[in-house]
C-alpha cells in the first residue's frame, strides 16, 4: 500500500465548474500537509500547506481530518489556467522529508 | 523563479556508467533535498543534506550518494546505472530544513539506455 494515495485522473472539467480532490495517508504520525502544485514537464510548486482547522486561500479550500488520515482540496469557479497535476504532499518528522501521493491530473476544458 | 538552478537540464547515459547531478541552493538556503521523480508519478525522497551532512535519507541503496559544499550548492552521484534510474531529478532548497520555503528546482532529465 502506497504511504499517499491519490486517484491518478484525469479529471475533465469544464470553465467555471468546481472540482474536489481527494488524498488517504497511512502513516498516523504524520504532523504535516500540503497540496504542491506541477505542470506538465515542471517542478512541483507549493500550493498551499493545509491545516486541521482548514484553510482557504482565494479559489482554494483544503481540508485535513486526521481521524480518518484524508486531505482535500477543493478548487471553485475553475479556470483554464488551473489545468495541472495536483500532488497531495505529507511530513513525517520535522525536518526533513516530504513523502508525495502520485498525484492526480486536472483538465479544465472551455 | 524560484532561484534553485540544476544542471544539466536534460543527460543521457548507459547502463553501467555513472552521473554525476548539481544544484545551486537558494541565496541564503542551508538545507538542499533531492528527489527522483518517475514518468507518471509523484516525486521520491532520496536524501537530505543540511549544513554538509546528509540529514535523512529515503529508501535508495548507497550507490546514490551526495554531498554539499561550503556554499550550500550539491551534488547526487549515481553510480552503476540501470535503466529504472530514468527519471527527473529534481533538488529543492530551503533554510533549516523548513518545508514550507522548500522550493524545487527545474529538474535533470536523465535517460538510462
Known amino acids: 500500500r502506497k504511504e499517499v494515495e491519490q486517484d491518478p485522473g484525469p479529471f475533465n472539467v469544464p470553465e467555471g465548474a468546481t472540482v474536489a480532490f481527494n488524498c488517504t495517508y497511512s502513516n498516523s504520525a504524520s504532523q504535516s500537509f500540503f497540496w504542491y502544485r506541477q505542470d506538465c514537464r515542471k517542478e512541483p510548486k507549493l500550493l498551499m500547506s493545509v491545516y486541521s482547522s482548514g484553510n482557504e486561500d482565494g479559489r482554494f479550500t483544503a481540508q485535513l481530518n486526521r481521524a480518518s488520515q484524508y486531505i482535500s482540496l477543493l478548487i471553485r469557479d475553475s479556470k483554464l489556467s488551473d489545468s495541472a497535476t495536483y500532488l497531495c504532499?505529507?511530513?513525517?518528522?520535522?525536518?526533513?522529508?516530504?513523502?508525495f501521493g502520485g498525484g492526480t491530473r486536472l483538465m479544465v476544458k472551455p | 523563479e524560484t532561484g534553485v538552478t540544476q544542471s544539466p537540464t536534460h543527460l543521457i547515459k548507459t547502463r553501467g556508467q555513472q552521473v554525476t547531478l548539481r544544484c545551486s541552493s537558494q541565496s541564503g538556503h542551508n538545507t538542499v533535498s533531492w528527489y527522483q521523480q518517475a514518468l507518471g508519478q509523484g516525486p521520491q525522497f532520496i536524501f537530505q543534506?543540511?549544513?554538509?551532512?546528509?540529514?535523512g535519507r529515503g529508501n535508495f541503496p548507497p550507490r546514490f550518494s551526495g554531498l554539499q559544499f561550503p556554499n550550500y550548492s550539491s551534488e547526487l552521484n549515481v553510480n552503476a546505472l540501470e535503466l529504472d534510474d530514468s527519471a527527473l531529478y529534481l533538488c529543492?532548497?530551503?533554510?533549516?530544513?523548513?518545508?514550507?520555503?522548500?522550493?524545487f528546482g527545474p529538474g535533470t532529465r536523465l535517460l538510462v539506455l
Open positions: 504532499v505529507v511530513n513525517y518528522n520535522a525536518g526533513n522529508m516530504l513523502t
Open positions: 543534506y543540511y549544513r554538509e551532512e546528509e540529514n
Open positions: 529543492a532548497s530551503s533554510q533549516n530544513q523548513g518545508l514550507e520555503t522548500q522550493y
